[in-house]
């Protein structure tokens, strides 16, 4: 088959959490006979920017949308379209719908991989009161809206998450797929510990970014209430300053690491003091893999289905989350069961066993009259 993924960024095997996920499923595309172009749209400039968010308040489209709904992208899409012929179309996020104007909807595919709705609405709760709030709120707001008009125009809809389509419509629901993306095998693993805690997330995330804030300020000093000799240590991509340039006793911070993987298995445990999220923890899953116990509040990964004897979950507060931490550092698991845990769930959650069900939702697209021919 043609595929042609339409994108908001470029697939990169080494890009953002979304860049990844493209280049893993087009290549597993590829490496089952499938021919995969791409076509990214692209940002508006700064003028096109300021008159698109007029658009806002006449078409309700989000602004994720109307920094990628402009006349340039539209121009540009169509006459890569004029000779090409395609049997397949996937496109993903929601900034990139509004394009399936431009192609056969019984052929199209929307990877949402996560309700914007979901993850503003959760995200802003969360963050005090002030522009952003009123900013996240507002764009909550319009994606419930635009995300229940727009996936009547697909044949199908896959989220990664369970809980993120249960604001749509009963008969939405139905063309609802539902399978998470993966997440790499460790290369190499750690033999013996040399940490206690670890929280590792990329920082450029706003429930990331709050996740850091309260594990630093609220849990840890009552974690060292218990132990006070404990270790935790900070890693991963766009720490904020302020927490660069803090000076507490038993925090280490270490910024971007080249293996994720091996650095959370040189610890541990796993803190994931996310409160709430839509979508997939990739983070969660990864510690899985790599042998180590995590503890996250049940909120956070309520719509992933995980089942591993090594995931604690805890209620929301923070003396629960520090309870289920502490109960489990008292009563850490053997090495042999964490190992036996951890081997399944790479067999579960690797890129491989994830694909197969995901391209066989996106293959077997259909229209009126029975599936589309090869």
């Given amino acids: 088959m043609n595929i042609l993924f339409i994108t908001s960024r470029p697939m990169d095997k080494e890009g953002k959490a979304d860049q990844i996920t493209l280049y893993e499923s087009a290549e597993y595309l590829r490496k089952n006979g499938h021919r995969v172009d791409e076509f990214v749209i692209q940002k508006s400039d700064i003028l096109s920017l300021l008159l698109g968010l007029l658009k806002i308040f006449v078409t309700r489209l989000p602004l994720q949308t109307v920094l990628f709904w402009n006349t340039t992208n539209k121009k540009k899409l169509k006459k890569f379209l004029t000779h090409k012929n395609y049997d397949r179309y996937y ?36 963050l005090p009161h002030g522009i952003k709030r009123i900013v996240y709120s507002i764009e909550a707001y319009l994606c419930k809206h635009y995300e229940k008009r727009i996936i009547s125009k697909f044949k199908k809809v896959n989220f990664v998450g369970t809980s993120d389509p249960l604001f749509l419509e009963e008969s939405q629901n ?114 899985l893999m790599s042998n180590i116990p995590v503890v996250t509040y049940r909120t956070a990964i309520e719509g992933m289905e995980i089942n591993s004897p090594l995931l604690r979950t ?17 009563n850490y698991p ?22 197969e069900k995901w391209c066989t939702n996106f293959l077997e697209l259909q229209n009126d009259e029975g599936p589309l021919q090869d």
Avoid at 95 to 100: A, I
Avoid at 314 to 329: G, I, R, T
């Fill in 334 to 355: 053997k090495a042999s069961e964490r190992e036996a845990a951890g081997a399944i769930v790479q067999a579960t959650w690797s890129w491989d066993a994830l694909h």
């Fill in 91 to 126: 496109f993903h996020l929601i900034r990139t719908s509004e394009y399936v104007s431009f192609v056969e909807a019984d052929k199209s595919y929307l990877g949402m991989q996560l309700s914007q709705a979901l993850n503003f609405s959760r995200t802003s709760i969360q």
């Fill in 174 to 287: 139905k063309k609802v797929t539902t399978i998470p993306h993966g997440v790499d095998l460790p290369s190499t693993l750690a033999a013996t510990s040399i940490g206690d805690l670890i929280f590792l997330a990329n920082f450029s995330s706003e429930p990331n970014k709050i996740a850091l804030n309260h594990l630093i300020f609220d849990l840890f000093p009552k974690i060292k209430h218990a132990y006070p000799d404990i270790s935790l240590t900070i890693a991963g991509r766009n720490i904020p300053e302020r927490i660069l340039n803090l000076n507490i006793c038993g925090l280490h911070v270490l910024g971007s690491v080249l293996d994720a993987n091996f650095v959370v298995s040189q610890h541990k445990i796993f803190c994931n003091p996310v409160k709430a999220s839509a979508g997939m923890q990739n983070k969660v899953i990864g510690a």
């Fill in 314 to 330: 805890s209620e929301l507060s923070d003396n629960a989350f520090v309870s289920c931490l502490v109960n489990l550092y008292e």
